[in-house]
Each structure stands twice: as structure tokens, then as C-alpha cells.
């Protein structure tokens, strides 16, 4: 599977950026997919992710409310919806994609047991 991040941008406090996760390979179906995100000098931390078959989600305590994750069954892809951004959000988003909910996705999360990643995607939000 390869995975393929776009999105990200340059936005001001409170406004909105959606990125997409596109997948090619294979299909992800069955899969689990995730938003990371690794800020300067701080360790890669997940903050949301979504069970492909069954649609179940997760996200962190950081943007619960304001984050939503999603998929598109038809493009292959997974969606971060993200609105009223903060400048603590500013960040490099990376997806992940795993067969299973282990290591990669729950948490406490060990980035390096997912089976495959995207490159990142940088995100900055101005104050």
C-alpha cells in the first residue's frame, strides 16, 4: 500500500484545512487508518483514526470536537476534516495505515508497528 498525504497549508487561527490520506496498491478496506502529527523536537502522536470497515473512530482529547476523520470508500482515501485551528496544531500530519488495531493505533501508540505511512504534510496555523 502506498499512501499519499496532501492538504496541508498555511491558515490563520479559527479557519479550516481538510487533508486526504489517498491510498494505491490496494484497497483499504479492512484496514485501519490514522492521523499522526509531530510538531518540532516532540515525539509523532496520533490524533484520530478511523476503523475502515466499521467506520469506528478515535481522537484525541487535543482536537475531539474539532477534528473529524473520515473515508471514501469509492476514492480509497481518508479524510482529516480540521476547523477552528489553533497555532498549537501546527505540525508536519503524517496517515497511517495498519491491518490491525495494535500497536500503531491504540494508544499508547508505538508509530513504529504501523504497517505503512504516508509522508507528511505540513500545517501551520498563525496566531
Known amino acids: 500500500v502506498q499512501l499519499q498525504a496532501s492538504g496541508g497549508g498555511l491558515v490563520q487561527a479559527g479557519g479550516s484545512l481538510r487533508l486526504s490520506c489517498a491510498a494505491s496498491?490496494?484497497?483499504?478496506?479492512?484496514?485501519?487508518v490514522g492521523w499522526f502529527r509531530q510538531a518540532p523536537g516532540k515525539e509523532r502522536e496520533l490524533q484520530a483514526s478511523?476503523?475502515?470497515?466499521?467506520?469506528?473512530?478515535y481522537y484525541a482529547d487535543s482536537v475531539k470536537g474539532r477534528f473529524t476523520i473520515s473515508r471514501d470508500n469509492g476514492k480509497n482515501t481518508v479524510y482529516l476534516q480540521m476547523t477552528s485551528l489553533k497555532p498549537e496544531d501546527t505540525a508536519v500530519y503524517y496517515c497511517?495505515?495498519?491491518?490491525?488495531?495494535?500497536?500503531?493505533?491504540?494508544?499508547?501508540?508505538?508509530?513504529?508497528?504501523?504497517?505503512?505511512w504516508g509522508q507528511g504534510t505540513q500545517v501551520t496555523v498563525s496566531s
Open positions: 497511517a495505515a495498519d491491518r490491525t488495531i495494535g500497536d500503531c493505533l491504540r494508544v499508547p501508540v508505538r508509530p513504529s508497528a504501523c504497517d505503512y
Open positions: 496498491g490496494r484497497t483499504l478496506s479492512g484496514y485501519f
Open positions: 478511523i476503523n475502515w470497515s466499521t467506520s469506528g473512530t
